[in-house]
């Protein structure tokens, strides 16, 4: 099977999982365990972890997002990596405008019991979630293949999981989302990330 035609099928498995979590929250499926994971999350409360997780929760934020994006884009580029770099920019930069898109189409409100800060705007899906998975799911991709040494790739995947898994608990620790936003974040990312591989991938083979 084409590589191309493989990204297309996980584009598409990833937009149907997130129509179907979208449903799920539309008719209350989430309710309970939304709340059975906020209460267990909240439950660690500590300075410690509120200042730790206030740390991951501005570096997934879209600032902090751009900021390392540009980084990595100057990295890519210096080591003549044009395409993976062309990769990198078309997955970070149409997130923000699709996740600004889908929260005013969806207009999820917000949690109600935030403990630390106000948050503005709509709940569905994290914006946070989406920024890490594009950002940090598309270079994990384009560096795993690059890697021929297996440690390296499991190091490599344990780095980026535990930065993306984190800022998406910091969200619900903070009160800013339901879990059911983290769960839609991630799947339209992934839809994004290989929507991206699918478009470029084509697009290198009719050029060809």
Do not use: C
């Amino acid at each position: 099977m084409e590589r191309s035609r493989i990204w297309w099928y996980l584009a598409l498995f990833s937009f149907i999982l997130f129509v179907l979590t979208g449903i799920g929250i539309y008719f209350g499926y989430f309710d309970a365990f939304d709340l059975a994971i906020i209460d267990f999350v909240q439950g660690y409360e500590s300075k410690l972890l509120t200042a730790s997780l206030l740390t991951f929760t501005y570096i997934g934020s879209l600032l902090g997002t751009i900021i390392i994006y540009f980084i990595l884009f100057y990295l890519f580029w210096r080591f003549n990596w044009r395409a993976e770099a062309i990769l990198l920019t078309g997955a970070v930069l149409s997130t923000p405008v699709i996740n600004f898109i889908l929260k005013e189409f969806i207009q999820r409100p917000r949690p109600e019991f935030s403990q630390f800060m106000e948050f503005g705007g709509y709940s569905f899906p994290s914006g946070h979630t989406m920024y890490a998975v594009s950002l940090y799911g598309i270079v994990l991709t384009l560096i795993w293949f690059k890697l021929k040494n297996i440690g390296e790739r499991i190091f490599l995947t344990i780095v980026i999981s535990f930065i993306i898994v984190t800022i998406a608990l910091s969200r619900i620790y903070l009160g800013a989302h339901y879990p059911s936003d983290i769960i839609g974040g991630i799947f339209m990312s992934n839809f994004i990330i290989s929507l991206t591989f699918y478009l470029y991938l084509t697009e290198r083979k009719r050029k060809r």
